[in-house]
């Protein structure tokens, strides 16, 4: 009997969010209770945070020794705690190539457990804004073009950082240009904003309970998010039910006094600019606002400090920060990201022999390239570059180290050339464009949108001067998001993509590279082959039009054929996939598959679950993903794999009756290994109230 593997278990992933363990109904009258004894002053402390710089690294929000009522003590961020030390993960759309939503709760326990030690109790993290465009600065920091994908990584970091403390994933919403994020706007119909870049929100809120909410910088429609009522209260709270707080994003984040407070933005972070005693005052003097407005956003800061009994929220020893087991869960998510491109007549593995001569070549090997240096910067204690990573694995093979300008003339000795290359938090990432600190070593530093996805030219310049000597070549690529391979993919045998792979990422990179590890990445982004293949792209844009095409859904669309398509990734094994299964019950499908490892080593697969939508009534993109899930298979094995995917799931948006519709039409499930590669396909037939299958 094969092992069956369940794609997505609630039980496992939400186990000890503490966020799913409130009695509602209880924590409104605790709260309207408490209320009833605070000033106005009291209240208003309670919807601001207490200054601009942090203080040991959190950033202070609200409370009252007098009253009992704690502060929140918030911290950011996506890939670890930026207070002090900390364990420093790969980045969020690393660890999203695992496509491992077990991996991922544990990679928020473990970020969560650091920030509690640090004595921290709001994790300022997911980052879930959609990939619109791989060029977008924050890519490495969210997770993927699709919004199914996102939304399961999201929920599963949520509910493993919520065994420990409150998160606010961000920046809602439409959050995806960097250079023009305090100005820019996103202008969608609301069927776009509630199929692609609301929902995986609403799945954070309504399967993790996520504690709060982090308003973002742009505007939608026009409309500044922090002062939109229809996104802070129609559409979280009315419609999905949202109970926690939504706070600002930092600084520019709110705009206005009195339409924040009465759009729903709770709390101005970090400090009071909007909500100085002054401008509140002037608001209620010439009531555009009212003490019920301050009451009302101050009922909710305090709701979640009275459900989570934030006061006595565990504060774990500081023995935990960079703990082994966190490191070693930092490497086995490095090891599981990187993705495989290119592996020419088997150029991968490496072997391991004292007749094989490795040289490592580029500067970038000797860096450790953690990612950008935003609020997302992370910095750990000790980390290894892939130079050290790959000199500490090898044992017989020699290891020679080029740097750039090194010379190159002798190259063609060597077996094979590992070239380290691509991009740095110089080229991409959080923008804080600040020439005199740029300078100084991890400190805050430029990043920003990439206007195009080529390497830099001193890199497309090393790989030219490496491959016209070297007789075998293997890339490993760094950086964020999609990279412009074409001018040079035909001129190395093996290519990886390794992301900016976190602490441990040198061992994680080498063990791949020497076989030690099977590599199981896959892209959850597409890699174009010029910008030519995606949409217009102009990072000095006020307003930008989104829609429902972007990503693989674009290239599908205008049946562009990728390099690399979304969930591509090879492997040193090779798999099987067959008996597509649907059982059709009362709510949706039970989808189940195949899944055979016939090569000779162990290792892991993604299988994914597309659906099309035929003969709708309106327009329709061409696939989406409902389901996937990673399965590791010992060498021969094989496995049953089930997906779950409801009627809500094969719905669209119809704005008109603002609610999602099953349409009475024809749904093929197409089921593979990538966005393009999808063998299995099985047509069903919904007439309106009973499905047949085609
Ligand atoms: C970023 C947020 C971050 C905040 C606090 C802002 O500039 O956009 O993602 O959480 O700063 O550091």
Redesign the pocket.
């Known amino acids: 009997m094969n092992r069956t593997i369940n794609a997505f278990d609630p039980a496992v992933i939400h186990a000890g969010n503490r966020g799913l363990d409130i009695d509602h109904d209880s924590v409104a009258a605790q709260v309207q209770k408490l209320l009833a004894n605070m000033s106005l002053e009291q209240q208003i402390f309670e919807i601001h945070g207490w200054q601009a710089a942090p203080i040991d690294g959190l950033f202070y929000a609200g409370g009252n020794d007098e009253l009992g009522i704690p502060s929140y003590r918030m911290v ?2 996506p890939r670890g705690a930026r207070v002090g030390k900390a364990t420093a993960f790969p980045v969020a759309i690393a660890r999203a190539a695992t496509f491992d939503v077990e991996l991922e709760r544990r990679v928020g326990l473990a970020i969560g457990l650091e920030v509690a030690a640090n004595g921290g109790n709001v994790l ?1 993290a997911p ?1 879930l804004n959609l990939l619109r465009h791989p060029g977008w600065g924050r890519a490495q920091e969210t997770y993927s073009e699709d919004s199914f994908h996102t939304g399961a990584m999201a929920v599963a970091f949520v509910s493993g950082a919520q065994n420990h403390v409150l998160t606010s994933p ?2 809602f919403a439409a959050n995806n240009l960097e250079n023009t994020r305090f100005d820019m706007s996103a202008n969608a119909d609301q069927r776009t904003l509630h199929e692609l870049y609301l929902p995986h929100f609403r799945r954070v809120i309504q399967e993790a309970a996520a504690a709060s909410v ?1 308003s973002s910088y742009n505007k939608i429609n026009g409309v500044y998010c922090s002062e939109d009522p229809l996104l802070l209260t129609d559409i979280l709270r009315n419609q999905w039910g949202f109970k926690g707080f939504v706070e600002s ?2 600084y520019l984040g709110t705009r206005s006094t009195a339409a924040a407070l009465k759009a729903g933005l709770d709390i101005e972070m970090p400090a009071a600019y909007r909500r100085s005693p002054e401008n509140l005052n002037a608001a209620l003097e010439s009531g555009e606002i009212s003490e019920q407005d301050i009451r009302t956003a101050a009922s909710r800061a305090l709701y979640q400090k009275l459900a989570w009994n934030l006061a006595d929220l565990p504060v774990p020893g500081r023995s935990v920060i960079e703990c082994a087991e966190h490191v070693s869960l930092a490497r086995e998510a490095a090891e599981k990201s990187i993705v495989l491109l290119k592996n020419e007549q088997q150029i991968l593995p490496l072997s391991d022999q004292s007749d094989i001569r490795i040289a490592v070549v580029g500067d970038m090997a000797e860096l450790v390239n953690l990612g950008d240096r935003g ?1 997302s910067l992370v910095v750990p204690s000790s980390s290894t570059s892939p130079l050290d990573g790959l000199r500490s694995r090898a044992e017989h093979a020699e290891i020679c180290y080029f740097s750039s300008d090194a010379d190159f003339s002798n190259l063609a000795e060597f077996s094979v050339a590992v070239i380290v290359s691509g991009l740095t938090y110089k080229d991409e990432g ?1 923008f804080i464009p600040t020439a005199q600190i740029e300078a100084e070593e991890s400190q805050l530093a430029r990043g920003g949108d990439r206007a195009d996805l080529k390497l830099p030219a001193a890199q497309l310049d090393l790989i030219a001067r490496v491959t016209s000597i070297a007789p075998r070549t293997v890339l490993v690529l760094e950086g964020g998001s999609a990279i412009q391979t074409d001018e040079w993919l035909d001129t190395v045998d093996g290519l990886v993509m390794a992301w900016y792979p976190g602490r441990e990422g040198g061992h994680a990179i080498a063990r791949v590279l020497f076989g030690d590890v099977n590599p199981s990445g896959r892209l959850p982004v597409s890699f174009p082959k010029s910008t030519k293949q995606l949409m217009d792209w102009d990072t000095t844009a006020l307003d930008v039009a989104h829609d429902l095409l972007h990503g693989y859904r674009y290239l599908d669309f205008h049946q562009l054929e990728p390099r690399f398509p979304f969930g591509f990734g090879l492997s040193y094994s090779t798999f099987t996939i067959d008996d597509l299964q649907l059982l059709r019950h009362d709510a949706g499908f039970r989808i189940s598959v195949e899944v055979g490892n016939v090569g000779s080593v162990d290792g892991a697969t993604v299988v994914q679950v597309y659906v099309s939508a035929n003969g709708s009534a309106v327009f329709r993109v061409p696939r989406e993903l409902k389901h996937f899930a990673r399965v590791d298979l010992a060498s021969g094995e094989r496995a049953r794999v089930e997906f779950d995917i409801g009627d809500p799931d094969l719905c669209f948006y119809n704005a008109d009756a603002q609610a999602f519709e099953l349409e009475a039409c024809g749904y093929q499930f197409q089921v593979g290994f990538s966005s393009r590669d999808l063998p299995l396909i099985s047509d069903w037939k919904f007439g309106g109230d009973t499905w047949q299958q085609a």
Do not use: I, Q, V, Y
């Open positions: 950011d961020g300022l980052t961000k920046h982090m994003d930092w609020s959080e």
